[in-house]
């Protein structure tokens, strides 16, 4: 029953995924041979490990338990592997990573085929999520976010330049409603607000000499996609507050148009993160080393 690791393992898969076709996709197997592989596991150790409903799979308190003990021991078999594969020079295994949207877009997606390329034993899963994770208790091998975002305690590696704040709006727009001339106008304006993964709408920073100050603003609009901040400004409805990266094409084709860049703050840019450099994964350090770059000077907001 100890020796039967491929059971234990998908379960390990499904307690992971929640779901018993996302995890075997994971394994390369079907959900039916996922399920039967679980059941007879259950079936032996005569204990219930999974709930299982028509549309999710939880843990049951048994379940829980058991997860709990044989996380950190296959986390070790996998560590062992990846390190006999590491002495043949090839680092190997599954990395999860957690980052937002734009963290994915401007760090990862540029350079996600040539390191696959570069590393045919190493696998990546990839979950985009607004919420700052913590990446120890949920399993994740490492992070993308925004320097100012990071834990102290942290390890973090800059993987990006810093990052510029605009102002924009469309053409259009402006000619209806005037152009800005201070922060502080915004107040008479339609600003597209962001919604924030705990629920408020971000306020909007600036700069003026050496004092930083940020606004509450306020408009009909609000989402929680950076992709239609851009989309709705472009069609006129408002200003949208975004990194300058995302509409830097939009602005020289002059289907959004820039304003306030006196006041508009650069803050720290994307860093990759994990927990401690003790015993620090080939899969991982090659990664590191694939991404990390040299600081960009700048004015920064933190």
Not at 82 to 99: F, Q, V
Not at 137 to 151: K, P
């Amino acid at each position: 029953m100890r020796d039967d690791l491929s059971g234990l393992r998908a379960l390990l898969c499904v307690a992971e995924k929640r779901s018993f076709r996302a995890a075997a996709a994971e394994l390369g197997v079907t959900p039916s041979a996922v399920s039967q592989i679980v059941r007879a596991l259950e079936e032996r150790v005569g204990v219930r490990l999974l709930q299982r409903t028509t549309r999710n799979v939880g843990l049951t308190e048994a379940g829980e338990h058991f997860i709990g003990q044989l996380r950190p021991a296959f986390d070790g078999i996998d560590a062992a592997f990846e390190s006999l594969m590491a002495m043949n020079g090839r680092p190997s295994g599954l990395l999860r990573l957690t980052m937002l949207r734009t963290g994915y877009n401007d760090v990862i997606k540029p350079k996600l085929a040539a390191f696959l390329a570069a590393y045919p034993d190493i696998r990546i899963d990839i979950c985009l999520q607004e919420a700052l994770s913590n990446i120890v208790v949920e399993g994740f091998d490492a992070g993308i976010r925004l320097g100012h975002s990071l834990d102290r305690e942290m390890i973090a590696v800059r993987v990006s330049p810093d990052q510029r704040l605009v102002v924009v709006g469309s053409g259009d727009y402006f000619a209806r409603r005037g152009k800005p001339t201070h922060p502080r106008e915004l107040h008479g304006h339609e600003c597209i607000g962001l919604r924030m993964s705990t629920g408020a709408v971000a306020r909007w920073k600036f700069v003026e000499g050496d004092k930083e100050f940020d606004l509450v603003v306020d408009g009909r609009v609000v989402t929680n996609e950076g992709s239609v901040l851009v989309d709705a400004a472009v069609e006129g409805v408002g200003l949208a507050y975004v990194f300058e990266d995302m509409v830097s094409g939009l602005v020289s084709e002059k289907r959004l148009v820039r304003v306030l860049d006196g006041y508009c703050p650069h803050i720290p840019g994307y860093f990759l993160y994990y927990p401690s450099r003790l015993n620090l994964a080939p899969k991982l350090k090659v990664l590191i080393d694939f991404l990390k770059i040299g600081r960009r000077r700048g004015k920064k907001y933190a």
